[in-house]
């Protein structure tokens, strides 16, 4: 590949939080849903939601220049495929999912992130007065954004990654920290003989989409760090990779406690390359130092994580996101 211009590079680079506040904005304000009814312009729109037109209209231009919107000759802002992913009820929305990613939560431990390199710690309690999910205790508001952002984000990735792995002969699927349960569906329409315990504190179960798969799965309210129910084959999607090595030994111990003899521990999570490889996991990575006690590992980690808890890997499976299957067993099995 041909190496960019280093001082555009640079720029770029330095300039990507603008796009993200842009793309926020019109997140929040739901003008993609507006622009469903109809194509309109800014001043149409400011009109309806009672905000500056020609501020609005900045917004819009700099989307339309990047591709999420367009704009036609009588200044009328249209939809183009990536901006109808931002309608609330287009299949796969994405809508959700931007105003997690651009939540404060994030955006300000970003924010100061030479801070977060300086101390080693990640700033949510000197910002926000807790650590990330004890937060959403006292911010209800902060942890629906969150929890709704996660299954929008997650409904990208779960079939293909479900699809991945060969569920044959397990009878009960736990997904530990399975948030709305939008994996664990997935993955049961792949295992048609298994049935689901969708496991998280009872506040994010209250969301879980129950309707889907009815009699298939239930929930099952608790803290991954005291216990687990039994079952056959642990999913964690997007888990080890909130928190430090002792807390996720803590985690991985309470399964290896729990699990029915010859089950399957699955971590979904990234599996950082070695090198200079591009891997989306390397930015998430900061997000995990910035927000959360977390990191993305590589497969040397997850290897050293499982000896410390009593398991050993038995494979790394690649799927077509950017997540992997890890796979452990009991250790002595
Ligand atoms: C990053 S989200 C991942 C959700 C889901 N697995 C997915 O991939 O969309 C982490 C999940 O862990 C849950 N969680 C955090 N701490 C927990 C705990 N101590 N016990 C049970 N669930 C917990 C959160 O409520 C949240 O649903």
Redesign the pocket.
């Given at each position: 590949m041909a190496e960019a211009n280093p001082g555009h590079l640079i720029v770029d680079l330095a300039f990507g939080f603008v796009l993200s506040g842009a793309l926020a904005t019109v997140a929040k304000f739901g003008i993609s849903d507006m622009l469903r009814e109809a194509p309109q312009t800014s001043e149409q729109l400011a009109a309806k939601l009672d905000v500056d037109a020609p501020s609005l209209y900045r917004v819009m231009r700099s989307l339309a220049s990047v591709g999420v919107f367009t704009q036609d000759p009588q200044n009328r802002f249209h939809l183009r495929s990536a901006g109808q992913l931002m309608c609330t009820s287009e299949p796969g929305s994405l809508r959700d999912a931007v105003l997690m990613i651009t939540q404060d939560i994030f955006w300000k431990p970003v924010g100061q992130l030479d801070h977060v390199v300086k101390t080693g710690t990640n700033g949510m309690v000197e910002i926000f007065g807790a650590p990330f999910?004890d937060y959403f205790k006292i911010n209800e508001d902060a942890g629906n954004t969150f929890?709704r952002g996660?299954?929008s984000l997650?409904d990208l990735e779960n079939a293909p990654i479900a699809g991945a792995y060969d569920y044959s002969g397990i009878d009960t699927i736990v997904?530990v920290?399975?948030?709305h349960g939008?994996?664990l569906i997935e993955v049961l329409k792949c295992a048609p003989k298994a049935r689901g315990i969708n496991?998280?504190?009872a506040h994010?179960l209250a969301e879980a989409r129950v309707n889907e798969l009815p009699g298939r799965w239930s929930c099952v309210e608790?803290?991954?760090?005291k216990s687990v129910p039994p079952g056959d084959a642990y999913l964690l999607?997007?888990?080890i990779h909130?928190w430090t090595d002792e807390d996720c030994i803590t985690i991985l111990k309470n399964i290896r406690r729990a699990m029915n003899p010859g089950a399957k521990v699955l971590i979904v999570d990234c599996v950082i390359p070695e090198g200079d490889a591009a891997h989306g996991g390397k930015l998430l990575d900061i997000l995990m130092m910035s927000a959360l006690p977390g990191r993305e590992r590589t497969e040397a980690e997850f290897k050293s994580l499982f000896e410390r808890s009593g398991l050993k890997l038995s494979r790394t499976i690649t799927t077509p996101a950017l997540l992997s299957i890890t796979e452990a067993v009991a250790a002595e099995s």
């Open positions: 999910f929890h996660m299954s997650s997904d920290g399975g948030g939008g994996f496991y998280d504190h994010v608790g803290d991954f760090f999607k997007r888990i909130d």
